[in-house]
Structures are given as C-alpha cells and as structure tokens.
C-alpha cells in the first residue's frame, strides 16, 4: 500500500490550502483515513479523520477551519484548510489504518507554511 500527498505550500495566514492523499494498492473497504501533522520540534498529532461512512474526528484546535473528506470509489482523501493561521504551519502526514489483520501506512509528508 503507498499513500500519495500533494497540496502543500506556502500561504499566507487567513488563506487557504487544500491537501489531497491518493491511497493504492490493496486497500480494504473497512479502513480509516486520516490526517496527521507535526510541526519542528513537537510529536505528531491527529488532524482529522474518519473511518468509511462514519462522522469526522477534527482536532479541537482545527474544528470550523478544516473539512475532512474521503472518496472511497478512488480511496483518496483530502483536508481543505481555510482560515490558516502560523500556529497550523507543519508537516502534514496522511495515515490509511485497516484492520483484521491491523495495518497502518504512511504517505510521505507535505509541508504547509503559514506566514503572519
């Protein structure tokens, strides 16, 4: 399984970005699909994410600026993030998690950058 992320960039802060993750290979139809980011310094943390036809978890620091969506007909994710502040700038990893027997992939990071 790869995960492919895309969309990451510079922006200033009150704009917007929109990250996309494309997910290939064997991929089973129960999974979650998530976004992870850590910034210099810190641990990586939960953004958002959601399980196939379940509601979306946000981290409370992101909730009414991001959008988590997932297309399962392509197994492709995506974050849209508007209102961006400095605080959000970090690498942003997208995670596939499938279970029986457990699994959890990683895509390679896109960094996102808010200048103030």
């Known amino acids: 399984v790869q995960l492919q992320a895309s969309g990451g960039g510079l922006v200033q802060a009150g704009g917007s970005l929109r990250l996309s993750c494309a997910a290939s290979?064997?991929?089973?139809?129960?999974?979650?699909m998530g976004w992870y980011r850590q910034a210099p310094g810190k641990q990586r943390v939960l953004v958002a994410n959601?399980?196939?036809?379940?509601?979306?978890n946000y981290a409370d620091s992101v909730k009414g600026r991001f959008t988590f969506s997932r297309d399962n007909a392509k197994n492709t994710m995506y974050l849209q993030m508007n209102s961006l502040k400095s605080e959000d700038t970090a690498v942003y990893y997208c995670?596939?998690?499938?279970?029986?027997?457990?699994?959890?992939?990683w895509g390679q990071g896109t960094q996102v950058t808010v200048s103030s």
């Open positions: 290979g064997s991929i089973s139809s129960l999974n979650v």
């Open positions: 995670n596939i998690i499938m279970y029986n027997p457990f699994r959890s992939y």
């Open positions: 959601a399980a196939s036809g379940a509601s979306t």
